[in-house]
């Protein structure tokens, strides 16, 4: 990673508080692992808005509904630290707005996009200068919005997104030591939220799109109680927190109207999957359909909130 | 909505669109602006009200579907209701078209051409009616954005995020083009008013003001007064008395 030299740079291990072994053991409940209380096909619920940042053209925060255990840990603390995390995100959008000038002639809307983690949002801390993975999330949201955005509408302009992510989802629980099983889960839940709020945020800047194209999330998950020989199930908006081993996740950019996949992630191993008796899909072509199950819930929750931010501007609210 | 008139000819349209919606066939409507065309049948692609623009009875057969922009809403509830509080306005982009008219603050006077930043985009129906207080969109306050640009304080704080523009030597006028003095024409901190004539290159769209209409609509004299327009080429300093040189806009 390339160092800040501007700035005065704080330990690269980051900052994680000491747990100790004698405390996250304690059989008291505090430090129970986070149980989901969800069906599997049931998503967290959503709080998007659009229109909250005046300067820029276009803007939408989201947040996903923090799991109940969360809730549970809040009202009764027995632990400074929290039990899960749950996506808060801010998206803006300025443009259209001239190319630079040293940028060469386009007859299409030039499309840029930057996530950001803020510094405080995730466990570990994140540094001001964008890291690989961050990086990451902004080519793969770039891909899920450029499949959407009608660009030969706005010529020799271009369009800057911005995220701020401002809690990410953890990629395990807290108190697992690190294991086989570890990936970046958290960062496809971030980058499902990211894909929703870019789609609304681009909305509300009255950018042409074809769609409004959801994030959706569907993982294959161990099962704990059945012990680690059970075959993984599939469960629709994961919060890796929650389960003790994800063994592969997946994020569709979606879009409902045309029935069109804009960008896909799959990560893992998806070739043990339990389905039902008689499903003859294979385990990433279920992980896919339940993706895009999750899409098309968000997809509701996007329209509606499009709908809302139009309504109240046109005075009919 | 009072948009919605002129559509019973077909199932009834929904009042506002968003994005991926679907409004009608394309054997019923012709595609408008905001609008695209997926397998025969129109939707939405922005967000807004959808508007009906009824058949021209000579050159089109169908109506237009359209989605608006421009929210109507806005100024019928100001008339309606002039105590509720002022909520702050939307703001939409419009780029420029070849043909849109555009008001510009001049940035630099060179020999063969001025550069100008595109300050409004004008709408082609506020255009032709030429009544700046009518607009809707988000040049309502065209006159508060004319102010402060025209403002010497506000010089190059935002240029960089405008759009540039070139207004060629041979583009000032229509007649005597080789007799055209690029500094009898136009002076740094004018505002000109503007027809994009190309999206020229990667950096500048090209203007022109050859057109009666067209040219110089607000300038300050060398004493820093507002002057006023005398002829189609000279306006006049109200406290000093003194004429300047400018390619004249002829006020409405």
Redesign the interface.
């Known amino acids: 990673m390339m160092a800040d030299r501007r700035r005065i740079n704080g330990p690269p291990g980051g900052t994680r508080p000491a747990v100790f072994a004698s405390n996250s053991q304690s059989g008291t409940g505090a430090t129970t692992r986070a149980q989901r209380q969800r069906q599997p096909s049931e998503l967290r619920k959503i709080f998007l808005k659009t229109?909250l940042i005046?300067t820029a053209?276009g803007s939408s925060y989201l947040e996903f509904e923090p799991s109940a255990s969360l809730a549970a840990a809040r009202a009764n603390p027995k632990s400074l630290i929290p039990p899960s995390s749950a996506l808060k995100l801010a998206c803006t959008v300025h443009?259209?707005?001239?190319?630079p000038?040293s940028?060469?002639?386009?007859p299409n809307l030039v499309l840029t996009t930057h996530v950001k983690y803020a510094p405080f949002a995730a466990r570990r801390r994140k540094g001001h200068i964008r890291d690989s993975s961050e990086r990451d999330l902004g080519v793969h949201l770039e891909t899920a919005l450029r499949g959407a955005i009608?660009a030969e509408r706005?010529?020799?302009?271009g369009l800057d997104i911005t995220i701020t992510i401002l809690e990410a989802e953890d990629d395990r629980w807290w108190g697992d030591a690190p294991d086989s099983h570890d990936a970046s889960w958290g960062m496809m839940n971030v980058l499902a939220g990211c894909i929703t709020a870019a789609s609304a945020a681009i909305?509300?800047?009255?950018?042409?799109?074809?769609?409004?194209v959801a994030g959706g999330v569907a993982a294959l998950v161990s099962d704990e109680s059945a012990g680690s020989s059970a075959a993984p199930k599939l469960m629709l908006d994961t919060d890796p927190a929650e389960h003790r081993s994800i063994l592969s996740a997946c994020v569709v950019g979606y879009?409902?109207?045309?029935d069109e996949i804009t960008e896909l992630w799959l990560k893992g191993d998806s070739s043990k999957a339990s389905l039902e008796d008689g499903d003859k899909r294979t385990g990433h072509e279920a992980l896919i359909d339940g993706a895009v199950d999750a899409a098309r819930g968000a997809h509701t929750v996007l329209?509606e909130a499009?709908?809302e931010?139009?309504?109240s501007?046109?005075?009919?609210l | 909505m009072p948009s919605g008139a002129g559509n019973t000819m077909s199932t009834s349209l929904p009042p506002v669109a968003i994005p991926g919606q679907r409004l009608g066939s394309v054997s019923v409507y012709a595609a408008g602006p905001g609008t695209h065309v997926q397998q025969a049948n129109i939707y939405a692609s922005i967000a807004g009200p959808v508007v009906v623009d009824p058949a021209q009875p000579k050159t089109q057969t169908k109506s237009t579907l359209r989605v608006s922009r421009i929210l109507p809403g806005i100024s019928q509830d100001v008339v309606a209701a002039p105590l509720a509080p002022a909520k702050p306005k939307p703001r939409y982009n419009t780029l420029p078209a070849v043909d849109s008219i555009v008001l510009a603050r001049v940035t630099r006077v060179q020999k063969r051409q001025a550069t100008v930043s595109i300050l409004v985009v004008l709408d082609n129906a506020t255009a032709s009616t030429g009544d700046l207080s009518k607009l809707a969109s988000d040049n309502d306050n065209v006159a508060s954005i004319l102010t402060s640009a025209a403002n010497p304080e506000n010089h190059s704080s935002t240029d960089e995020l405008r759009f540039q523009a070139l207004i060629r030597k041979e583009d000032v006028r229509a007649v005597e083009k080789d007799r055209v003095v690029m500094d009898e024409m136009f002076r740094v901190g004018d505002i000109v008013r503007g027809s994009v004539i190309s999206l020229g290159d990667q950096s500048f769209y090209y203007l022109t003001t050859a057109r009666n209409d067209l040219g110089v609509v607000m300038a300050r004299s060398e004493a820093g007064n507002m002057m006023f327009p005398v002829s189609w080429k000279e306006m006049r300093d109200p406290v000093t008395g003194t004429g300047e040189q400018r390619k004249v806009a002829r006020p409405f």
């Not at chain 1, 443009?95 to 190319?99: D, I, M, N, R, V």
Request: aromatic share 4%; glycine share 8%; with cysteine.
């Open positions: 229109g005046p053209s443009g259209p707005k001239p190319l000038r940028a060469a002639f386009s009608i706005w010529p020799k302009s909305a509300d800047a009255h950018i042409d799109c074809l769609d409004l879009m409902p109207a045309r329209a499009v709908r931010s139009l309504l501007a046109v005075g009919q």
